[in-house]
């Protein structure tokens, strides 16, 4: 029986805005420049909503501007677009961001590849993906960078390490397989036409389940001793009435089997905003240094 410890990613996240706050004053204090983060809602999705609220608060308590932008869930994408136009062009903004998922009648690509890269605090533009994929630097999506910060503090070097992914999206599986890949381990990326998907994740020293399934990952998926990182944040009906969070691996299961684990919540979640942070001062860095 292994003994499992708990990874405490609100207390890391707690640290980490800590010092992104002394540096943003450091940085203001220099260039006389409050690097600014401007937020884009659309629609009334309530998860949505406590994000980009907490996204501000934290941005303010930070040091750094913080510009939301709240429009109604019926707006054209053309309008959509033109707001974009104006933030990158607005000298006062050093990072954008669009909150997701976008109604279904806007085209979230085309929303994204209208985004200056250089303002790219989320790191989904092709141009930050594709420097990150080839080893250059780039803006780098925030809760992969999060998960990395959170197993390169637990464990040292990730060198060498079988890492396996499991989910392939744009905004998660896939930046974290790279940036897991910038630190040599060895990587695999699952999905659900992996074959003998258990079997995979077996043979993972690093397990990470990034796919939205709630506690699809079992007990008897992680071999013993793993570090599991866990991204997915469901809400689930609770048996007495009302509804709690579970992530992508069923934590209870896990429990004397993998080495360390992330809760959710408390675990990777925290992490997104403050890596956030940090992309949005990297940039309000990047752009006045011009
Ligand atoms: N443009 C973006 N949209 C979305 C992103 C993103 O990185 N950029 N990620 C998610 C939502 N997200 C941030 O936007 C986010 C998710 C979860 C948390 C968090 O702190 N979770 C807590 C639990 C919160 C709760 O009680 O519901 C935790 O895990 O402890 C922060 C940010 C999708 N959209």
Redesign the pocket.
């Known amino acids: 029986m292994v003994e499992t410890r708990i990874i405490d990613?609100?207390g890391f996240a707690e640290e980490l805005r800590k010092r992104i706050a002394g540096e943003v004053a450091d940085f203001r204090a220099a260039t006389g420049v409050t690097p600014g983060l401007a937020v884009v809602l659309v629609g009334e999705d309530p998860?949505?909503a406590?994000?980009?609220r907490?996204?501000g608060k934290q941005t303010l308590e930070a040091g750094m501007a913080s510009i939301e932008h709240k429009l109604p869930e019926t707006v054209a994408e053309a309008e959509l677009l033109a707001l974009v136009n104006a933030l990158n062009t607005d000298p006062a903004v050093h990072g954008i961001?669009?909150?997701?998922?976008l109604p279904g009648h806007i085209d979230a690509q085309k929303v994204l590849a209208t985004i200056d890269p250089a303002k790219d605090v989320?790191g989904?533009h092709v141009v930050n993906a594709g420097r990150l994929a080839v080893g250059l630097d780039a803006l780098v999506?925030?809760?992969p960078l999060g998960c990395v910060m959170l197993l390169k503090h637990h464990l040292g070097s990730l060198a060498g390490a079988r890492a396996v992914v499991v989910g392939r999206s744009n905004?998660v599986g896939k930046p974290l397989a790279q940036l897991l890949l910038r630190e040599d381990a060895t990587v695999t990326i699952a999905h659900s036409r992996t074959r003998d998907l258990p079997e995979e994740c077996r043979r993972a020293d690093i397990l990470i389940g990034a796919v939205g399934r709630p506690e699809m990952i079992r007990g008897a998926w992680i071999k013993p001793g793993a570090t599991v990182i866990d991204v997915g944040?469901n809400?689930v009906e609770k048996a007495g009435g009302g509804t709690r969070?579970v992530g992508d691996v069923a934590f209870d299961e896990a429990q004397g089997i993998a080495g360390l684990i992330t809760p959710?919540?408390?675990?990777?979640?925290?992490m997104?905003?403050a890596c956030?942070l940090q992309n949005t001062l990297t940039a309000a860095k990047r752009l006045v240094a011009g």
Do not use: E, H, M, W
């Open positions: 990613g609100k998860a949505s406590v994000y980009v907490n996204k961001l669009v909150q997701l998922p989320d989904f999506p925030c809760t905004i944040i809400r969070l959710v919540p408390g675990g990777v979640g925290p997104t905003i956030l």
